[in-house]
């Protein structure tokens, strides 16, 4: 991936997770918000869900609210840092195609999220070449695997 692309990608992570963090300050446009602002991106739908799942699932996995940069600003809280530090985590570590593999260094469920977000955002050397990836969603449902 070129680095024009990656910063791309980069800039518009950040930018929905911005979005995404004011929404959990109860306010009702925000969601729409984000639809709009990050179509005008050129992220689809299922991109947006995407990230809107790592995060969710990022705040979860740390027992925490997770911390947003002021939408204006050139400057990464921590946190945004750290978010796009399990992408590049999970794009080194690639697609899990099974429960062990999505162990490998990030807890199962982000791992997931993750690879989701690289791939509907074509970041990193993720492509959906039509396998099988594990799902820890579909493993609580009793399945093992899970096609995307």
Not at 44 to 50: D, K, V
Not at 66 to 79: F, H, M
Not at 116 to 127: A, P, Q, Y
Request: with cysteine; charged share 25%.
């Amino acid at each position: 991936m070129g680095e024009a692309r990656r910063a791309y990608s980069r800039a518009i992570i950040v930018r929905a997770f911005r979005l995404w963090a004011v929404g959990r300050e109860a306010i009702p446009e925000t969601d729409d918000r984000l639809l709009m602002e990050t179509i005008k991106l050129g992220v689809t739908p299922q991109g947006i869900a995407a990230c809107v799942s790592l995060f969710s699932l990022t705040e979860t996995e740390l027992g925490r609210s997770l911390e947003a940069g002021c939408l204006c600003s050139q400057r990464l809280s921590n946190d945004e840092r750290a978010l796009l530090g399990v992408l590049d985590a999970a794009d080194r570590l690639g697609p899990a195609r099974t429960a062990r593999d999505a162990q490998r260094g990030l807890p199962a469920r982000l791992h997931w999220a993750a690879m989701e977000v690289c791939e509907r955002l074509g970041i990193g050397s993720t492509v959906n070449d039509g396998a099988q990836r594990y799902s820890p969603l579909a493993q609580q449902a009793g399945e093992q695997r899970v096609a995307f």
